[in-house]
């Protein structure tokens, strides 16, 4: 079986603002609702997206946090824990 790497991962994050208060369970929202942007290249030319919320914040610097530790790792590894 060919195993795939990653080859690298981008992030990007956007913003769409709210009109009107929104209150939660913390109370009220920021008003903006953020979406993360997950791109995953490998090294058989596959990309892969995905999308995460952050709960009005962004998620990338995590994900840029655990980018070295996913570089090389093979794509299709699903934690099942």
């Known amino acids: 079986?060919?195993?795939i790497r990653i080859k690298d991962v981008k992030?990007?994050?956007i913003a769409v603002p709210i009109r009107g208060k929104l209150l939660r369970v913390a109370g009220e929202h920021l008003g903006r609702n953020v979406f993360t942007l997950v791109e995953i290249?490998?090294?058989k030319g596959v990309t892969g997206y995905s999308?995460?919320?952050g709960g009005g914040f962004s998620l990338a610097p995590l994900i840029e946090k655990?980018?070295?530790q996913l570089i090389g790792e093979d794509a299709f590894n699903l934690?099942?824990?």
Request: no cysteine.
């Open 1 to 3: 079986m060919v195993k």
């Open 11 to 13: 992030v990007k994050s």
């Open 41 to 43: 290249i490998t090294d």
């Open 51 to 53: 999308e995460t919320g």
């Open 66 to 68: 655990l980018k070295d």
């Open 79 to 81: 934690y099942r824990g």
